[in-house]
């Protein structure tokens, strides 16, 4: 009986927040404050969540990231949430990881936090079953740098600078590299880490770093853009991509192509996937069934 009733109350406190989870043309905007650093609004089948901590420049502090990762997987098991937007207040999108939870006098233990953390929350993009877009406007440096390295999908106004300029500080950015060498190409990686210089939105999408540059006025635009390409396909048929692309990406290209042949007949048997099939050849659009 307390089982069942945690249950309605969840999914009430649920409801209440975000609208009917089973609403197919909910319209309202649900707009609640997960922390003093963070702003997150839900509306329609898309989350947007807002860094808001203007005074550290919305830096990867420990709040800040236990929050992101909260609100990144919070959801992901509801049928019409299906993309994630991560963006940022003020002319920084993120500076990175706070210096100062990294001080001397707070040892060992502090420094292990911090960045298991961090993978933590790289980690929770990889796994998110929809995709998280970064819209960035602005800075992105350091820690700040990865995160929008490591998401999906990044569009970023014209303005924007990226970097990882650790090693100005004593602290190479070893782990910010691990998504940037996943992103651009070795000389480009090894000149970002090494003099710390940023790079511009123009250099970022020739490397490779972000999806797509547009003018400031159009970001939002371009991001509903995406969003709404998204929103005509089939989550199960998303997840499983994107789970899929995670995966073979780190093997060899003969096991990856195994490895594919199997994902595409599943895929295929799948009932979005047959429903798919059908509405190409009935000429319709397709009805997907999440």
Not at 258 to 263: D, I, L, P, V, Y
């Amino acid at each position: 009986m307390t089982l069942i009733m945690s249950k309605v109350v969840r999914n009430t406190y649920k409801n209440l927040i975000y609208g009917p989870i089973n609403s197919q043309h909910s319209k309202r905007i649900q707009i609640r404050k997960a922390s003093t650093m963070i702003k997150t609004k839900f509306e329609g089948k898309i989350k947007q969540i807002t860094m808001c901590d203007l005074k550290t420049r919305n830096a990867l502090s420990i709040n800040m990231m236990e929050t992101l990762i909260k609100e990144i997987t919070a959801d992901q098991d509801f049928s019409n949430l299906r993309a994630i937007v991560i963006s940022a207040e003020g002319p920084v999108f993120s500076a990175g990881h706070n210096l100062k939870e990294l001080k001397s006098e707070l040892g060992k233990a502090q420094y292990e936090k911090v960045f298991s953390l961090a993978t933590k929350l790289m980690l929770s993009i990889i796994n998110s079953p929809v995709p998280i877009i970064a819209k960035v406007d602005g800075l992105a440096a350091a820690a700040g740098c990865q995160l929008i390295a490591q998401c999906d999908i990044t569009i970023c106004s014209e303005e924007s600078q990226f970097s990882t300029p650790g090693a100005n500080f004593g602290i190479f950015c070893s782990t910010p590299g691990i998504a940037l060498a996943r992103c651009v190409p070795k000389m480009v990686a090894l000149h970002m880490l090494l003099t710390g210089n940023p790079i511009s939105s123009k250099e970022a999408k020739e490397s490779g770093l972000v999806s797509k540059v547009v003018s400031k006025d159009k970001l939002d635009e371009e991001v509903d853009k995406i969003c709404n390409a998204i929103l005509l396909k089939s989550r199960s048929v998303i997840e499983l991509g994107k789970k899929f692309y995670y995966k073979q990406v780190q093997t060899d290209i003969k096991n990856a192509y195994a490895m594919g042949e199997r994902q595409m007949v599943d895929n295929v048997g799948m009932k979005d996937g047959q429903e798919g099939i059908l509405s190409f050849a009935e000429k319709r659009k397709p009805v997907w069934s999440s």
